[in-house]
């Protein structure tokens, strides 16, 4: 069986905590298919640990004036991805390091994809290097192009053919110009949606969220939802105690 080719972009002066660590652990114990992970970016010593891990060194790429600068960043992290895996894979799994997951998977359920909500808007009125500008910037283009505007920034993994996704990053020049990744492919290309991502995953939120609801998904092992999702908001110390003690490390 061929393994999934899965990459993460990697940021390491954005860590608040063990994150990597624990997301390649979840990965480790609870996806039931081969697979292999390439880091993109900086390199934290903690991949040594894992065997599965491989590591494509990436420098951040230079921000470009008014524009929201992970897109950018992130779309150039995946033009290395293409350069070095196309020949091998077809497609791949974009996760990040934030994505943790906590019961058992399989292939068919990773590959699915997962909606947030059935229409998105954002904010043009907000600084133009922003997220909520990013975000209405490619609601405006989706609609200009006669797509649908569903919501796909799940904090899930989301599947990408490298042949489709260079198209869309050559159609609208986004090596220069941010828009939100997930929502310009799986939109243009009209994938097919599946179920909404609250049903298959835990979105930590908020430092409330990281005590309750985390312990009622971690003692459910039979819990649909396989994976959670923190945000900077939500992780803390709690939150980082009780993922380790879960994952055993």
Partial sequence: M??????????????????????????????????????????????????FVEWVPVKRADPVENQYHPHIDMVNKFKHAYDIYRDEYEEFLFV????????????????KYYY?????????????FTWQHDLAKTSRLLKKDGKRTVNFTTHFPILFNFDKLKDVFDKYDMYTHSYVIENIYCNYYNVEISEQADSIRLGVWNTEDS????????????????????S??????????????????
Avoid at 116 to 128: E, R, T, V
Avoid at 211 to 220: T, V
């Fill in 116 to 128: 947030l909500q059935p229409n998105f808007i954002g904010d043009l009125s907000k600084p133009n």
């Fill in 96 to 111: 990040c390091d934030d994505y943790y997951p906590v019961h058992d998977f399989d292939e068919a359920f990773i590959k």
């Fill in 232 to 249: 900077t908001k939500g992780f803390n110390q709690t939150f980082q105690n009780k993922l380790c003690k879960y994952l055993g490390i």
């Fill in 211 to 230: 005590g309750k609801k985390l312990d009622e998904l971690l003692n459910n092992p039979n819990d649909k939802r396989k994976f959670i999702a923190c």
């Fill in 2 to 51: 061929d393994k999934v080719l899965i990459c993460m972009p990697y940021f390491d002066s954005g860590k608040q905590g063990r994150e990597l660590e624990m997301s390649l652990t979840g990965w480790k114990k609870f996806c039931k298919f081969p697979f292999k992970i390439a880091i993109i970016g900086d390199r934290n010593p903690i991949i040594d640990k894992f065997d």
